[in-house]
Protein backbone atom coordinates (compact mmCIF):
# COMPACT_ATOMS: atom_id res chain seq x y z
CA UNK A 1 0.00 0.00 0.00
CA UNK A 2 3.03 2.01 -0.06
CA UNK A 3 3.21 4.89 -2.65
CA UNK A 4 -0.85 5.97 -3.13
CA UNK A 5 -2.81 8.91 -4.17
CA UNK A 6 -5.98 9.72 -2.06
CA UNK A 7 -9.27 11.77 -1.93
CA UNK A 8 -11.88 11.59 1.29
CA UNK A 9 -14.84 9.40 1.25
CA UNK A 10 -17.48 10.52 3.83
CA UNK A 11 -20.15 7.27 3.38
CA UNK A 12 -17.08 4.93 4.35
CA UNK A 13 -16.00 5.15 7.47
CA UNK A 14 -12.77 3.84 9.60
CA UNK A 15 -12.40 2.34 13.06
CA UNK A 16 -12.33 6.23 14.24
CA UNK A 17 -15.73 6.90 12.64
CA UNK A 18 -14.25 9.43 10.31
CA UNK A 19 -14.73 9.63 6.16
CA UNK A 20 -12.23 6.83 5.10
CA UNK A 21 -9.68 8.14 2.36
CA UNK A 22 -9.97 6.50 -1.37
CA UNK A 23 -6.54 6.17 -1.97
CA UNK A 24 -4.75 4.45 -5.13
CA UNK A 25 -2.34 1.59 -4.78
CA UNK A 26 0.95 3.03 -7.12
CA UNK A 27 3.05 -0.27 -5.95
CA UNK A 28 3.10 -3.49 -5.64
CA UNK A 29 1.06 -6.13 -7.33
CA UNK A 30 -2.37 -4.03 -7.28
CA UNK A 31 -1.16 -0.79 -9.41
CA UNK A 32 -3.99 1.09 -10.12
CA UNK A 33 -6.46 -0.58 -7.20
CA UNK A 34 -8.24 2.05 -5.44
CA UNK A 35 -8.57 1.25 -1.30
CA UNK A 36 -10.55 3.05 1.66
CA UNK A 37 -7.92 3.86 4.55
CA UNK A 38 -8.00 5.61 7.28
CA UNK A 39 -7.35 9.54 7.39
CA UNK A 40 -4.85 8.95 10.53
CA UNK A 41 -3.34 6.07 8.45
CA UNK A 42 0.12 8.18 9.01
CA UNK A 43 -0.45 9.66 12.42
CA UNK A 44 -1.19 6.44 14.32
CA UNK A 45 -0.75 3.28 12.70
CA UNK A 46 -4.36 2.30 11.90
CA UNK A 47 -4.32 0.21 9.32
CA UNK A 48 -8.03 0.04 8.05
CA UNK A 49 -8.05 -1.13 4.33
CA UNK A 50 -11.37 -1.82 2.19
CA UNK A 51 -11.53 -2.43 -1.41
CA UNK A 52 -13.70 -0.27 -3.53
CA UNK A 53 -15.03 -2.70 -4.84
CA UNK A 54 -16.16 -4.37 -1.39
CA UNK A 55 -17.83 -1.34 -0.34
CA UNK A 56 -21.04 -3.21 -1.41
CA UNK A 57 -20.04 -6.25 1.35
CA UNK A 58 -21.29 -6.25 4.49
CA UNK A 59 -18.63 -7.20 7.36
CA UNK A 60 -20.73 -10.02 7.57
CA UNK A 61 -19.90 -11.88 3.92
CA UNK A 62 -16.24 -10.56 4.43
CA UNK A 63 -15.97 -12.49 7.44
CA UNK A 64 -17.40 -15.64 5.65
CA UNK A 65 -14.84 -15.39 2.81
CA UNK A 66 -12.13 -15.17 5.45
CA UNK A 67 -10.71 -11.60 5.19
CA UNK A 68 -9.94 -10.01 8.54
CA UNK A 69 -9.45 -6.91 9.11
CA UNK A 70 -8.05 -4.14 11.36
CA UNK A 71 -11.98 -3.83 12.49
CA UNK A 72 -12.60 -7.09 12.87
CA UNK A 73 -9.34 -7.79 15.20
CA UNK A 74 -10.28 -4.73 16.99
CA UNK A 75 -13.86 -6.17 17.59
CA UNK A 76 -12.72 -9.30 18.59
CA UNK A 77 -10.72 -7.97 21.54
CA UNK A 78 -13.50 -5.61 22.77
CA UNK A 79 -15.77 -8.88 22.89
CA UNK A 80 -13.20 -10.50 24.80
CA UNK A 81 -12.55 -8.00 26.87
CA UNK A 82 -16.20 -8.02 27.33
CA UNK A 83 -16.05 -11.43 28.06
CA UNK A 84 -13.34 -11.97 30.33
CA UNK A 85 -15.32 -9.00 32.58
CA UNK A 86 -18.86 -11.18 32.46
CA UNK A 87 -16.79 -14.17 33.77
CA UNK A 88 -15.22 -12.12 36.32
CA UNK A 89 -18.92 -11.09 37.69
CA UNK A 90 -20.32 -14.57 36.86
CA UNK A 91 -17.60 -15.61 39.36
CA UNK A 92 -18.52 -13.07 42.18
CA UNK A 93 -22.51 -13.54 41.92
CA UNK A 94 -21.70 -17.36 42.04
CA UNK A 95 -19.47 -16.50 45.36
CA UNK A 96 -22.65 -14.71 46.21
CA UNK A 97 -24.94 -17.47 45.79
CA UNK A 98 -22.75 -19.71 48.17
CA UNK A 99 -22.73 -17.39 50.53
CA UNK A 100 -26.68 -16.41 50.33
CA UNK A 101 -27.24 -20.65 50.81
CA UNK A 102 -25.32 -20.78 53.56
CA UNK A 103 -27.19 -17.43 55.21
CA UNK A 104 -30.08 -19.43 54.45
CA UNK A 105 -29.06 -22.60 56.00
CA UNK A 106 -28.15 -21.02 59.28
CA UNK A 107 -31.42 -19.06 59.55
CA UNK A 108 -33.34 -22.50 58.74
CA UNK A 109 -30.91 -23.82 61.59
CA UNK A 110 -32.01 -21.04 63.67
CA UNK A 111 -35.85 -21.27 62.63
CA UNK A 112 -35.40 -25.10 64.18
CA UNK A 113 -34.07 -24.11 67.33
CA UNK A 114 -36.36 -21.51 68.24
CA UNK A 115 -39.36 -24.34 67.53
CA UNK A 116 -37.49 -27.01 69.42
CA UNK A 117 -37.18 -23.92 72.52
CA UNK A 118 -41.26 -23.36 71.82
CA UNK A 119 -41.73 -27.04 71.97
CA UNK A 120 -40.20 -27.51 74.81
CA UNK A 121 -41.68 -23.87 76.82
CA UNK A 122 -44.97 -25.17 75.84
CA UNK A 123 -44.13 -28.94 77.16
CA UNK A 124 -43.24 -27.59 80.45
CA UNK A 125 -46.05 -25.23 80.97
CA UNK A 126 -48.53 -28.23 79.62
CA UNK A 127 -46.31 -30.15 82.71
CA UNK A 128 -47.13 -28.08 85.59
Not at 65 to 70: A, N
Not at 71 to 82: C, H, I, Q, R, Y
Not at 104 to 128: E, H, P, S
Request: net charge positive; proline share 1%.
Amino acid sequence: MAGSSSSTQQNVLCKHKLGAVLRTIKKEKNIGQKFYGCPLLLQNGCNFFLLENDTGNSLCNRRKEGETSFNDVSEKKVAEEKILKLKMKNKILKKQVTELKNEAKMLKLAMFGLVLCFVFAITCIVRK
